[in-house]
């Protein structure tokens, strides 16, 4: 489990590190380790490019707090846990994206094991993510429901997502297919078009159409796994 501990306070900062170091040796053995990075500025957490499985924020000054960069991070593409700790703002009372959970300062370390304990049952039945790095340099990660169909232009790929977002990535047509390859769901039709399956609006012999009316020419090469996908798709719904 991936953590960050974002914290403007240095002595709570530091306190929740002695905290998860504890808790980590608590769990060693019993899971695949509490990795802790720690934050004491909103831009140093904002512009490291690293993904963690749960952030726990709170922050007092530079006019933002703990909800300012829960939301920075959420339109960033973050998909991680959000633990807000409630000291001097009470965060409970304020407006708070859907989903955040919630600590009292000073942070008690039976209710922070609890809190590892809920955050490990959400990762685990978390739908698969795919992380999206931009040629920008930017990345975020979506759910593999998000993904609807990605085409090959020379060294790059043009992602196009649900919610009409669209990302332009840097990466071969090979490399972007290694990188599906534990995703079931999401198929070659060609050697320079994927589409996820549970958005296939038609399938043919010779064709995928997808929504939008976009359609791809379905390659001999892949058409018998596609078909495979796209029936057990359609049994389990029917």
Request: glycine residues 6%; charged residues 25%; aromatic residues 10%.
């Amino acid at each position: 489990m991936h953590i960050a501990v974002c914290d403007d306070n240095v002595a709570d900062r530091k306190q929740m590190e002695r905290l998860l170091t504890r808790e980590g040796d608590k769990r060693r053995g019993l899971v695949s380790g509490l990795y802790v990075d720690s934050f004491g500025s909103s831009a140093s957490l904002l512009y490291t490019p690293m993904d963690y499985d749960v952030y726990f924020l709170d922050f007092n000054s530079e006019n933002t707090t703990g909800i300012d960069i829960a939301k920075s991070l959420i339109k960033g593409g973050k998909r991680g846990i959000f633990v807000l700790c409630c000291g001097k703002i009470n965060y409970r009372e304020m407006e708070c994206p859907e989903g955040v959970k919630f600590l009292n300062k000073p942070i008690d370390a039976d209710e922070l094991s609890k809190m590892i304990d809920v955050v490990e049952d959400c990762l685990s039945s978390k739908e698969p993510t795919i992380e999206v790095r931009e040629d920008n340099g930017k990345s975020f990660r979506i759910h593999e429901s998000e993904f609807i169909y990605a085409t090959s232009k020379g060294r790059f790929m043009d992602l196009t997502m649900t919610g009409e977002r669209r990302a332009h990535i840097l990466c071969s047509a090979d490399n972007f297919h290694s990188q599906l390859l534990n995703y079931p769901n999401l198929l070659a039709v060609n050697r320079k078009a994927f589409v996820n399956a549970a958005h296939i609006i038609k399938l043919s012999s010779f064709s995928v159409t997808m929504p939008g009316n976009v359609s791809f020419t379905l390659s001999p090469f892949y058409s018998k796994y596609c078909k495979y996908i796209y029936n057990k798709l359609n049994t389990q719904e029917s």
